[in-house]
């Protein structure tokens, strides 16, 4: 029997020599390796597990996705100058509480995704904590290259965009989405973010067909798909009327084409009005779910937990159930119903809280001890009743001074959705949101407590 021989095969001999030197290679490889880990210092095991969770959220972004890539370089005095001309890009603004104003920018993001254009992320600005703050950044908030990765599209922040002190300001023709859904008032929905941005818009009213439920005027809902028709060429010829005049320069512009901008994003959904309250929200599932936290914000909101519960250096912080009570302007929808009897009293919010325990041992096998109450409750014997239900709060005597002014809240924010367990106030969308997170981002149990009557919340 004969073989036929293989070219490329080498002889025996040779080839036993290259497999001897190709272990010894292996094994220095080896040994610099470990040699080079005795370098390092020692961590012990809570340093550890630190140093890997910092690595794991380390935001990291794909290179055709990086910011640098859609605009043309550093900001510039006028926004126009900075966009790429092959670039198309989608921009609002918000005008309501913080809370309110991310579900806002949740919608822009998502309807970029879907008129495949790069939104134009701005700032927070500080209406639940007073005009003498300055804004923070988006970017500042949540982790952008995460996000970017996630939805795998590129964003922006308008500080990348044009020179925030710029005195100069841009012309802009914009849909005003809120004159169309609603008739109390016949101008778009204002914003401080435009003044901000020294922008100077011409809106157009979009076409009344956007609103969800038409002639509805209890309900303010327009639909993705209605909007985003607006960002193509044929619809907005066809449904271009009148422009407004701008403030700044009195000029009229048509809605835009390489940036498409609407004045108010908060209200718009894609089956039903107010869609973040239910688990199939796309705007939640495409966007919302994947802007997580910076990792700096984790960390510094852990530090306060951590002080809470006591917990020692050399310990891991242990799993918590958060709770969100809203009372503050809350009572204002109380109407005829006194304060008292209009909120859940403590013992309820307990029984709710003991539903989150059993579901999470139940589900995960986990026994949670540790419950963190956080609220904008002023009165000091509520408190009183939350430490004698054997929970926790968090210190926030020194956080304006430490921080600043945004931090109390986003502190709390933070708290409330990286737990095990959720229990937050209904109607509220700072809970809404907070359970999503947990529900998303942990796979935690969630529930929210009815108020309005006595007995509100009995089930």
Avoid at 386 to 399: C, P, R
Wanted: with cysteine; charged share 20%.
């Amino acid at each position: 029997m004969s073989f036929r021989g293989d070219p490329f095969a080498l002889p025996r001999r040779r080839y036993l020599w290259i497999a001897c030197f190709a272990l010894i290679g292996i094994s220095f490889v080896g040994l610099l390796g470990s040699t080079v880990g005795t370098l390092r210092p020692s961590l012990n095991p809570s340093e550890r597990n630190r140093e890997s969770w910092l690595a794991s959220t380390r935001p990291t972004e794909p290179d055709q996705l990086h910011f640098q890539k859609f605009v043309k370089g550093a900001p510039t005095n006028r926004f126009r100058d900075n966009l790429q001309p092959n670039v198309k890009y989608i921009t609002s603004w918000i005008s309501a509480g913080w809370t309110n104003d991310v579900m806002t920018y949740i919608n822009l993001i998502y309807l970029g995704l879907l008129t495949k254009r790069v939104p134009i992320i701005g700032m927070f600005t500080p209406s639940h904590i007073g005009g003498h703050v300055p804004p923070i950044s988006f970017g500042d908030v949540f982790d952008v290259p995460r996000l970017t990765k996630a939805i795998n599209s590129p964003l922006l922040e308008w500080y990348q965009v044009k020179n925030q002190s710029s005195g100069d300001f841009d012309e802009l023709g914009c849909w005003s989405v809120w004159e169309a859904v609603q008739d109390r008032e016949q101008s778009p929905r204002g914003s401080s973010a435009t003044n901000m941005l020294k922008l100077d818009i011409s809106y157009t009213k979009a076409p009344t067909w956007i609103k969800v439920i038409p002639r509805y005027e209890h309900d303010q809902h327009s639909s993705f798909s209605s909007l985003a028709t607006l960002g193509f060429p044929e619809a907005r010829t066809d449904n271009a009327g009148e422009p407004r005049e701008s403030p700044q320069h009195r000029v009229k512009l048509p809605p835009d084409d390489q940036l498409l901008c609407y004045d108010y994003l908060y209200y718009v959904c894609a089956h039903q009005p107010f869609e973040f309250d239910f688990d199939f929200s796309p705007a939640w599932l495409f966007v919302g779910q994947h802007m997580h936290w910076t990792p700096k914000l984790v960390a510094l909101a852990d530090e306060y937990l951590r002080k809470a519960f006591g917990t020692e250096e050399n310990e891991v912080t242990p799993p918590w159930i958060s709770i969100h009570i809203r009372h503050g302007d809350f009572a204002g929808w109380c109407g005829d119903v006194p304060v008292d009897d209009c909120f859940a009293p403590l013992s309820v919010i307990a029984r709710r809280v003991e539903e989150v325990k059993q579901e999470i041992l139940d589900r995960k096998g986990v026994v949670v001890e540790h419950v963190v109450m956080t609220s904008d409750e002023r009165n000091a014997t509520w408190w009183e009743g939350v430490t004698a239900q054997g929970w926790f709060g968090l210190d926030h005597s020194q956080t304006v001074d430490l921080y600043g002014d945004w931090y109390p809240v986003l502190i709390d924010a933070i708290v409330q959705s990286e737990g095990l367990g959720f229990v937050g106030t209904d109607r509220s969308t700072m809970s809404i949101l907070a359970r999503r997170r947990v529900q998303s981002w942990k796979d935690g149990a969630g529930r929210m407590v009815k108020w309005g009557t006595p007995g509100a919340d009995d089930h």
